[in-house]
C-alpha cells in the first residue's frame, strides 16, 4: 500500500479511541462514517470531470457544512440528515431516520475536516473497502453492540467463494447479506480470474448481485459497503432490499446462493398484548414453494435458498448443526435436498471462528437439478475441520491457510475427481464419502457425521489449553441455556 493510503487509514482508525471514550461505538463511528464519506463523494461527483445530477437538495450537500465549526456545523448536519432521509432512492434508503451520535462537536469538527482533505471518488475501491471491512471487523468484535452477528469470518467467505468459483455474467444472491461480505468476496474473484471486457464489467457492477437485511442500520452499512467497492449505481437500483426476505418469493432466480443466515433457530415477532406487556410469537411462513412448514428460521432459510436456485443454480450455505440432525421438519428438508439437488459436500467447521458462543456450524453445497424421479444426491462428502481443531478470535484465529486442504479436497476445477484422505489404515483422515443409501439409512437422515476420536476425551493428560476449555463450557452452557429457553416456552 502507498504512503497515502497508510496515512488516510491510520486518520480514519486514529478516531477510534477519542470516540470511544465519548461513548460512540464502532457501530455508531461506521454509521456516521457513512454518512459523511457519501456526503463528500456526492459532492465530488457533482464537480468536474463527472458533473452528475447527485440529487442533493440545493443548500444541504457537503461544502453547505464542511467550513462550519461548533454548534453550527451540528445544526447544519442535523438538519442534512433529516432532509436526505426523506428522499427517494439509494439516498433515502442511506439516511433514513439518521440522526447524529457524536455528540462532541470538536470531534465531529475533526472527522468532517479529515474526509474534506481527501478525494475519495479517486480512491481505488480496495484503500475504500479496506477502510470499511476493519471497521466492520472491529465492530463485530465490539461484544456489546451485538454486532457480530453478521460477520461471517472473510477466510471462511474466500473459501466458499473459491469453491463455487463464480463466473461472469451470472447472478449472486445472499438473502441475509449483512454488511456485504459474501458479494465482495465474488466480485474479488471474478475480477482477479477473468480479464473483463466492458459489458462484463458493467454487469458485474449493476446486475450481479441480489441481496437482503433484515435490520436497517447493517442494510445501511451494507448499501456504503457495496457503493465503496464499486457495486451498484447510487442513481440506479438498489441492489439489496431492507425487510424479511422469508416472507415471500421474491421472483428472481439466480446462479448461486452464498450466505450466512442469522443464527438462533426461531423467527419470531414481538408483539404487546392488551395489558400492555410484550410478547414473543414465533413466525411461521406458510408457503406454497416450501416443502415443510416450520417456525425453525435455518430449515426455512434453506428452503427459500433452494427456491432462488436456477435449475442448474448452486449454493454454499452456512447451517448449525441442527439443520443436519433435528427430526420432524428437519428430516423433511434434508430428505427433500438429497432428492432434488446435488447435496454433494458438507464442512464441519471448527469452534471459535464466530462472535456469538456457542455456535457449531457447517457449510453445505448443493447444486440444484431439474425435476426427476430419480434422487439426484449419489455421494455425500465430508470435512471434519472440526474434532481436535479449536481457534480463538483473537490469539488464534482462523486463517486462508487453515482451509487449503479443504479447497484442494473439493477440487473445484473437478468436483467429480475426488479422493478420500480417510482410510481403515488412516483413520485420521479428515475427507470422508458416504454413499446416499448410507445417509437415508440412519435415523431421521442424520447429516451430522464424524468418525474421527476426539483427542481429548481420549487422553486425560493431555488436556486442551484453558482458553479452549473456558470456550467448551461457554458453548454448553450457552446450548443448554438455549434448551431451556426453548421449555420454558413450550411450557407457556
Known amino acids: 500500500m502507498s504512503d497515502n493510503t497508510n496515512t488516510i487509514i491510520s486518520k480514519v482508525w486514529g478516531m477510534c479511541n477519542p470516540l470511544r471514550d465519548d461513548g460512540v461505538s464502532y457501530g455508531d463511528y461506521l454509521e456516521q462514517l457513512t454518512y459523511l464519506i457519501f456526503l463528500k463523494m456526492s459532492d465530488e461527483y457533482s464537480k468536474p470531470p463527472y458533473k452528475k445530477q447527485t440529487g442533493i437538495p440545493q443548500g444541504y450537500g457537503w461544502t453547505d457544512m464542511s467550513g462550519l465549526k461548533g454548534e453550527e456545523l451540528e445544526r447544519k448536519y442535523k438538519d442534512i440528515l433529516e432532509k436526505l432521509g426523506q428522499q427517494g432512492g439509494i439516498l433515502g434508503s442511506i439516511f433514513k431516520q439518521a440522526s447524529n451520535k457524536i455528540s462532541n462537536a470538536s470531534i465531529l469538527y475533526r472527522i468532517v475536516q479529515m474526509i474534506d482533505k481527501e478525494k475519495w471518488v479517486s480512491m481505488s475501491s480496495d484503500v475504500k473497502g479496506e477502510i470499511y471491512e476493519g471497521l466492520l471487523q472491529k465492530n463485530a468484535e465490539d461484544v456489546k453492540s451485538g454486532a457480530g452477528q453478521y460477520f461471517t469470518p472473510r477466510p471462511l467467505i474466500r473459501a466458499m467463494v473459491k469453491c463455487l468459483r463464480p463466473e461472469p455474467m451470472k447472478t449472486i444472491a445472499d438473502p441475509c447479506c449483512g454488511s456485504g461480505g459474501f458479494f465482495l468476496a465474488a466480485q474479488d474473484f471474478i475480477a ?202 483473537k490469539k488464534d484465529p482462523m486463517t486462508d491457510k487453515d482451509l487449503e486442504e479443504f479447497i484442494a479436497c473439493f477440487n473445484p476445477a473437478n468436483p467429480h475427481d475426488r479422493h478420500e484422505t480417510w482410510s481403515e489404515e488412516t483413520p485420521e483422515g479428515r475427507w470422508r464419502r458416504f454413499t446416499v443409501d448410507e445417509i437415508l439409512s440412519r435415523d431421521k437422515k442424520s447429516l451430522d457425521i464424524f468418525w474421527i476420536k476426539d483427542k481429548s476425551l481420549a487422553d486425560l493428560d493431555n488436556l486442551p489449553s484453558p482458553d479452549e476449555l473456558a470456550d467448551d463450557i461457554i458453548e454448553n452452557l450457552q446450548s443448554a441455556l438455549e434448551s431451556f429457553q426453548e421449555l420454558k416456552e413450550q411450557l407457556k
Open 192 to 393: 482477479n480470474n477473468y480479464t473483463l471486457d466492458r459489458d462484463q464489467k458493467a454487469f458485474l457492477k449493476n446486475e450481479t448481485f441480489y441481496g437482503n437485511e433484515l435490520v436497517p442500520a447493517t442494510f445501511k452499512l451494507c448499501l456504503m459497503n457495496l457503493y465503496l467497492h464499486n457495486i451498484g449505481d447510487i442513481y440506479g437500483n438498489i441492489p439489496v432490499a431492507n425487510g424479511d426476505s422469508l416472507l415471500t418469493d421474491p421472483g428472481y432466480r439466480v446462479d448461486y446462493v452464498l450466505t450466512n443466515p442469522p443464527f438462533g433457530k426461531k423467527s419470531s415477532i414481538t408483539f404487546t398484548n392488551e395489558a400492555g406487556e410484550q410478547e414473543e410469537e414465533d413466525l411461521v411462513y406458510n408457503r406454497s414453494d416450501f416443502w415443510t412448514t416450520s417456525s425453525n428460521k435455518q430449515l426455512n432459510f434453506v428452503q427459500h435458498i433452494n427456491t432462488l436456485l436456477k435449475a442448474d443454480g448452486r449454493a454454499a450455505v452456512v447451517v448449525p448443526d441442527n439443520v443436519l440432525f433435528e427430526g420432524g421438519a428437519g428430516e423433511t428438508v434434508r430428505e427433500k435436498l438429497l432428492q432434488t439437488a446435488d447435496l454433494h459436500t458438507i464442512l464441519r467447521l471448527p469452534t471459535g471462528i464466530f462472535y456469538k458462543p456457542g455456535v457449531k456450524a457447517n457449510v453445505i453445497f448443493f447444486d440444484k437439478r431439474p425435476a426427476s424421479p430419480d434422487i439426484q444426491t449419489k455421494d455425500v462428502w465430508i470435512y471434519d475441520l472440526r474434532t481436535n481443531i479449536h481457534f480463538t478470535l
